[in-house]
């Protein structure tokens, strides 16, 4: 069966592509899910894409992951520097995470600096746009198997 990697955005995400394009960039939240999409299907891979503005929704959809997917790419918006909720449902999970953010939050405020989801994940892209989703698929690609290591 073809693994699937659940992609989990946090809140505000759903208005990318519609204010502060100098600091997110263009994308909408749709397109880089159709690029995730399009990326996974040659890396062997399937996405589902979920965006909420609530804490509690990310902590369930991480809960409940391991019954449907094979791996985790996390994107907690603000909640990346103050959920211990979803650092705590992140560390009892036994799938593979990658965090990433669209921004390069260590040259931004002071309190974008710490990430409570880089605790709990395997390895960290920020500050590459709508690519960072992509990235971290071909490297969930080479952990799962579906591709040669490069
Ligand atoms: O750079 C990232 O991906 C962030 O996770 C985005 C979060 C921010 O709180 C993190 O520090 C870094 C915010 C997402 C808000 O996205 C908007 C997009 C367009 C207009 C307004 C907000």
Redesign the pocket.
């Known amino acids: 069966m073809t693994p699937t990697v659940l992609v989990l955005n946090?809140?505000?995400?759903n208005?990318?592509?519609?204010?502060?394009p100098e600091?997110?960039g263009r994308d909408t939240l749709k397109s880089i899910e159709a690029a995730c999409k399009k990326r996974a299907k040659g890396l062997g891979l399937k996405v589902a894409f979920r965006q909420s503005n609530n804490e509690g929704d990310l902590v369930d959809w991480v809960q409940q992951a391991s019954k449907k997917y094979q791996a985790l790419i996390v994107?907690?918006?603000?909640y990346?520097?103050t959920s211990v909720a979803l650092l705590d449902a992140l560390l009892a999970t036994d799938l593979p995470v990658v965090e990433?953010?669209?921004?390069n939050?260590h040259q931004?405020d002071e309190f974008?600096h710490h990430s409570y989801v880089s605790k709990a994940a395997d390895g960290v892209i920020?500050g590459l746009g709508g690519i960072g989703y992509e990235l971290a698929l071909e490297a969930l690609a080479c952990r799962l198997g579906t591709v040669e290591d490069a």
Do not use: D, K, M, Q
Not at 10 to 13: K, Q
Not at 15 to 20: P, V
């Open positions: 946090g809140p505000n995400l208005l990318l592509g519609t204010r502060e600091i997110y994107n907690a918006g603000a990346t520097h990433v953010h669209l921004s939050i931004r974008r920020c």
